[in-house]
């Protein structure tokens, strides 16, 4: 009787007790599929002939990224607004033809640079077709989670990682070493695998296709577009910033730190995922709670992950053994700078649902401005080295989360506890790192 008195005064935690009787085989599939994303980047290190070749696949797989989302063009959240939302089935088509324009215009560009003309460094052509499977890739997993089809869209979410671990057994049974121009075959030949999948779709749905429908959509999509840009501009660019300071093979270590200090975002994602429903539904107040409690925990992993990965994995990657003493304090602060980025996402999708993202985009734009200009101020005093690069860019997520509260309050939507946790959080840090 005590515990069913505990669950009425708190029918939130009762509903996370439904939520987590639901996890089903699809979790563990999910938590595969992460897990790949997670080692194929780490396994091609040990392939690599130097690590700057292992730094110029992590920038370009940043850029990579960032030409995913003005390719994709928002279509990803227009699809269940249009099929599922508004009831269109009679769209379906032009999402089809979206993903047959993004990869045929990729695997075109790429053609042209490989048999007839040499227009763009490697490292870019091979970005740009990273960026086409990526765009490709988000608009299927949009398709089928619209769908509820969710084992198959974790699986298109992690298919271009799915494709470099294959990459990674070729070169582990051949005693090959890492080579750009074989990468980028097996990457072409996985995008003509998916582009050839819309092509055939909007064959078999084209009598419902017009470009009137189409530039509807994207005229939709343009609202998401630019603050997903932004978003990964702010958490995603310091490889871009890396390159252009202090070179690729500095890249090269500040990726598998990362990498490592992303599992901590992998947590998340499940989680998001597990509750994503109930989260939202609740009142800020509960959100409030459940938020400040969930960055503490995540506080904590963090910290054990720091202290367990380096001994468990460093048999394993030589870049890590080989670097660990010297970088040991740049995984710290990319540890932390994950749980911002968390607060960060946890943040969009609520500024997403009052309707703040154009406020949200010209503070943001301040914010990266500003960061880029500590960098350079710094670099121009040669002062600047990985470690002030990443502490720059973790305090300007920061502070991203700080400007996202504020515009939320002026919704009467006050996340006092999760904000001031974020604060003891960074102070916690500081000074952690100060003994390091």
Known sequence: MRNLSITKKIPFLANL?????????????FGFVKLNAFTAALFLSNFVANVAD?????????????????????????????????????????FYFHGLLM?????????????????????????????????????????????????????????????????????????GVFDV???????????????????????????DFSFKKYFEALEFGKHIVFSAFLIICLTGSARIFIEWFLG???????????????????LHQI????????????????????????LQVLVLGALVLWQIIPPIFSGFITLLQDSYETYQSLYLILSFQMIFWIALALNENIIYREELS???????????????GGMYALYQLSLLDIFNLTLINMVAIFLATEYQFSLLKQKNIRLTKMRWTGRGILLFFGLLYAFV
């Open 17 to 29: 007790e439904i939520d987590f009787s639901k996890l089903s085989w699809f979790t563990l599939v």
């Open 54 to 94: 292992y730094g110029l696949f992590e920038y370009a797989l940043t850029i990579g990224f960032m030409v995913a989302i003005p390719l994709d063009f928002g279509l990803n959240g227009a699809y269940p607004f249009f099929n599922i939302k508004l009831g269109r089935k009679d769209y379906k088509s032009i």
């Open 103 to 175: 990869g045929g215009l990729m695997l075109s560009l790429f053609g042209i640079h490989e048999f007839i003309y040499e227009f763009l460094a490697t490292k870019y052509v091979f970005a740009l077709l990273i960026g086409g499977i990526v765009s490709v890739q988000a608009l299927s997993s949009s398709i089928l989670k619209s769908h509820e089809v969710l084992i198959k869209a974790v699986i298109f979410d992690g298919g271009l990682f799915i494709a470099l671990n294959a990459y990674n057994l070729w070169l582990y049974l051949s005693g």
């Open 181 to 207: 121009e074989n990468l980028q075959t097996c990457f072409a030949l996985y995008l003509l695998l998916l582009t050839g999948g819309y092509a055939f779709l909007f064959w078999k749905e084209q009598s």
């Open 248 to 266: 690729l093979e500095t890249v090269g270590y500040y990726g598998i730190y990362f990498r490592f200090a992303a599992m901590t975002v992998m």
């Open 271 to 294: 989680v998001n995922i597990v509750f994503f429903k109930k989260m939202y539904q609740a009142e800020a107040q509960t959100l409030d709670r459940y938020f400040a409690i969930f």
């Open 358 to 372: 154009k406020e949200m985009n010209k503070g943001l734009m301040l914010i990266i401005v500003g960061m880029a």
